[in-house]
């Protein structure tokens, strides 16, 4: 029997929280020593999306955070309708999205939400989309040692994957632009982060580890 570490790791009531952030090309420029200074301790960073986009901006952005002391990790924007979960993780890890236990790396991070630009599911059944997205973590976890974290909002997840429970396994990242983290997704019984905001001052979005900083440490350096 599986015993799974990560919940271990997380709180699961009310304690200390870390500060975190998360950003893309769209903040070319960052003060991370100043996020840092402001009492940030990490940063996720899009590095890809589906298989044609790489930011331009990564290398430098994790660079950055590298050098002002954070834990950082890069993220995919998922494309389910343009080309496999296999074929988009291995363009993620290839771009920066890999991991290592060094304590200073997060796992990559999937970003599977609404589409802005089109149909709200992709065009997915909901069972084709759990297939989509176990193809992506599974290929992720062979090829980085374990598996990505999951972003998404309740409600897209409770749609599109029918309400799956099939990713426990997985490290959730909700987001809610709210005073409260709300109902979580099917599958999971808490967030590992919560992006309660779309402005952080340093830039990007707000993003909360929910656990102590000496909690972030071990699991940027622990595999489940």
């Not at 799974?4 to 304690?15: D, H, K, M, R, V």
């Not at 409260?180 to 992006?195: D, H, N, T």
Request: charged share 10%.
């Amino acid at each position: 029997m599986k015993i799974n570490i990560l919940p271990l790791l997380f709180a699961t009531a009310a304690s200390a929280t870390v500060q975190g952030f998360d950003i893309s090309s769209y903040q070319p420029s960052v003060d991370f020593a100043g996020a840092y200074a402001a009492g940030a301790r990490f940063v996720m960073i899009k590095a890809t999306e589906g298989t044609s986009y790489i930011s331009a901006a990564f290398s430098s952005q994790y660079t950055g955070a590298t050098n002002a002391g954070l834990i950082r990790g890069g993220y995919h924007f998922a494309q389910p309708a343009s080309s496999s979960g296999a074929s988009q993780a291995k363009y993620f890890i290839s771009h920066g999205g890999g991991w290592s236990n060094d304590g200073l790396t997060l796992p990559g991070m999937l970003d599977i939400e609404y589409n802005p630009s089109g149909a709200s599911c992709y065009g997915l059944s909901a069972s084709a989309m759990v297939a989509w997205i176990k193809d992506f973590g599974e290929t992720y976890k062979s090829a980085a040692g374990r598996y990505p974290m999951i972003y998404t909002t309740t409600d897209w997840w409770n749609t599109c994957t029918g309400g799956s429970t099939a990713f426990g396994d997985y490290p959730l990242a909700i987001a809610r632009y709210s005073s409260s983290v709300g109902a979580i997704p099917a599958g999971w019984e808490f967030q590992s982060f919560w992006q309660n905001s779309d402005a952080y001052s340093f830039g990007g979005d707000s993003e909360i580890w929910n656990g102590s900083l000496d909690a972030l440490k071990k699991f940027a350096k622990v595999a489940a």
